[in-house]
């Protein structure tokens, strides 16, 4: 377990699935979400934080649900390549995950898969993943991705989601049909599982009774997931509390309806980017003629 500070802020990233498991603002307060049942060893992924959904995500594919990378002990990578650094940024930590041989038998691709956490100004996050074609036998290979991040909220019901009113998603609960997402916001009142398709680069959650508006801002993800289990799920899944998911939601910046193809030597980059600003936020401001009111110097 690695923790680091700047600021007065605090992240703590697990070797185990290169996955963070705690966010917290100057005021100590946590931002993500970590069930009470976690499980934080092998076969299960940590059931909250930031898990990383590679190189499959969900069912959209052979391999295990969200496939390996979450469950599998990264390394730090002591020497990665240079990756453009902005000077404000006070800690960062570099992982690396390359296939074991067990992991070559149920996906037979070599890669390198780099993620650097980061804690910039004003306490955001940072998740930047590179991803290379290692392979030495000429063959490309194609993958899904999330970063299937769980917030912190204080009633689900008192959440609202803004950035994708509009958009076309794939409804999991539906047998992955498309369907077109009606209204102005996103709110909950039951189980939601959809993966929305190209979804615009800013998402906002907005938690009225905490007055907090998370920001998310994703680089070469053009999908977004929102999952929350609601009652009986949660009732079902060994590693979640029963009444939990009112205190959680999942938005995940993804690359799911189109896969992303590497030729030998090629690489890709993901970006994910968390800033929690307080409430005083209202809607529209995801306006890109307004984007300089959200200041995300990361
Ligand atoms: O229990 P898991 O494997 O961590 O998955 C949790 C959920 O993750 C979401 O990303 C998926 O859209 C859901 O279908 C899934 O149930």
Not at 184 to 203: G, H, M, Q, R, T
Not at 275 to 290: R, T
Request: with cysteine; proline share 7%.
């Amino acid at each position: 377990m690695l923790q680091s500070y700047s600021e007065d802020c605090m992240k703590v990233v697990y070797l185990y699935g290169a996955q963070v498991t705690s966010w917290k603002n100057d005021h100590a307060e946590e931002l993500l979400f970590v069930s009470s049942k976690a499980i934080f060893k092998p076969p299960k992924a940590i059931r909250g934080g930031i898990p990383i959904c590679f190189p499959q995500f969900g069912t959209h594919g052979n391999l295990e649900q969200h496939g390996f990378a979450r469950n599998r002990l990264w390394t730090i990578d002591d020497n990665p390549p240079p990756l453009p650094v902005n000077p404000a940024i006070k800690s960062f930590v570099d992982l690396i995950l390359r296939p074991s041989d067990e992991d070559l038998k149920i996906w037979p691709h070599s890669f390198e898969f780099r993620l650097r956490v980061a804690l910039g100004p004003n306490g955001d996050l940072s998740l930047t993943s590179r991803i290379r074609n290692t392979n030495t036998d000429g063959r490309s290979f194609s993958y899904t991705f999330a970063y299937h991040t769980y917030f912190s909220v204080s009633d689900i019901s008192e959440v609202r989601v803004e950035g994708l009113e509009t958009m076309d998603y794939l409804d999991n609960l539906k047998g992955k049909e498309r369907f077109t997402e009606q209204g102005d916001a996103i709110v909950f009142e039951s189980e939601i599982d959809k993966v929305y398709l190209a979804a615009p680069s800013k998402i906002a959650i907005i938690d009225h009774e905490k007055k907090r508006t998370f920001v998310l801002t994703k680089e070469g993800l053009p999908d977004a997931v929102v999952w929350n289990p609601w009652d009986k799920k949660a009732k079902a899944m060994q590693d979640f509390g029963d009444g939990e998911y009112k205190h959680m939601l999942c938005v995940e910046p993804a690359a799911v309806e189109k896969p992303i193809t590497l030729k030998p030597g090629e690489e890709w980059k993901g970006r994910l980017a968390l800033s929690a600003v307080p409430s005083s936020y209202c809607s529209g401001q995801l306006d890109p003629l307004k984007e300089h009111l959200i200041a995300l110097n990361i």
